[in-house]
């Protein structure tokens, strides 16, 4: 019988889940931090920190839903443009996708070590500062209302325009979000603007880009552990889900808004900030 205070628990969970996912702040060092500080069941954080991602996932297709249509049907029509859309998804997909089917269980071995994340919090943010100094940021954090291109050289300023080579750009920066504390969602977002893809759009194609990674991440996750799945603690994996969903769906409308107006350097301080905490955490424990 599930207790009320492992709902809540996992309650939170899913909305931190929900909150990091698409966030440059990396959602798995916060949901295996946070597992720990709220003494979260260990032997079944595995499977449910999975099944609530997928609530993620879910509500970004659900939000793309009519673009991924028009994709689809463009293919099948032969629509030129959708073709080559579908041919920059498959190129930023498959470099994470080899790498991490042939280098896995040694990623996977990261995870053990919080100290970890210090470094990958806190480097990352670094990144993100350094790369908005550049004078194109720096020009737009004076001045938010001008247009948001990342690079005084930007080419692509829609998911369309965007080239073979910026997609395997990105994804090649994807893979580096197999350290734990990296996010996924930073890497491929500051990867595409250092690759000249104007920044709402490198926003864009992360979140579309995120739908076949996290795909196959969580069948593959699940066919791993799906064994450890505790029948009595359903309930809360339900709660989690769909607190995962809801969160996700509101954050990623939030964050398309904010990208339009504002640079990445408030999450840029925030993983420093958070950093700096793991740190004193690991010190004092």
Request: aromatic residues 12%.
């Amino acid at each position: 019988m599930t207790d009320g205070l492992y709902l809540i628990k996992a309650l939170i969970l899913g909305i931190i889940e929900g909150f990091t996912e698409f966030i440059p702040v990396s959602s798995t060092a916060h949901l295996l931090l946070l597992a720990e500080w709220i003494q979260f069941p260990s032997d079944e954080n595995k499977v449910f920190e999975v099944v609530i991602q997928f609530g993620s996932i879910l509500a970004v297709i659900w939000l793309f839903r009519a673009r991924i249509v028009q994709l689809l049907t463009g293919v099948i029509q032969g629509d030129k443009t959708e073709q080559l859309f579908l041919r920059n998804l498959i190129l930023a997909f498959l470099p994470a996708a080899v790498i991490g089917a042939l280098a896995i269980k040694y990623i996977k071995m990261l995870f053990h070590s919080p100290l970890v994340f210090v470094f990958t919090l806190v480097g990352g943010g670094l990144i993100m500062l350094w790369v908005e100094r550049k004078p194109a940021y720096a020009k737009h954090a004076q001045n938010p209302s001008i247009d948001t291109a990342t690079s005084a050289k930007a080419t692509a300023f829609s998911m369309e325009e965007i080239t073979w080579k910026q997609a395997l750009v990105v994804g090649f920066a994807q893979c580096l979000a197999m350290v734990p504390g990296t996010s996924r969602s930073g890497a491929t977002i500051i990867g595409g603007m250092l690759a000249g893809i104007q920044r709402k759009t490198a926003t864009e194609f992360s979140f579309f880009l995120a739908m076949p990674t996290m795909l196959a991440a969580t069948v593959y996750d699940l066919y791993k552990n799906g064994a450890a799945l505790n029948p009595d603690q359903t309930v809360g994996i339900v709660v989690g889900f769909v607190a995962a969903f809801f969160s996700a769906l509101f954050l990623v409308k939030a964050v398309l808004r904010f990208v339009s107006k504002h640079t990445y350097r408030p999450f840029a301080w925030y993983r420093i900030g958070l950093g700096a905490v793991v740190l004193l955490w690991l010190y004092w424990r």
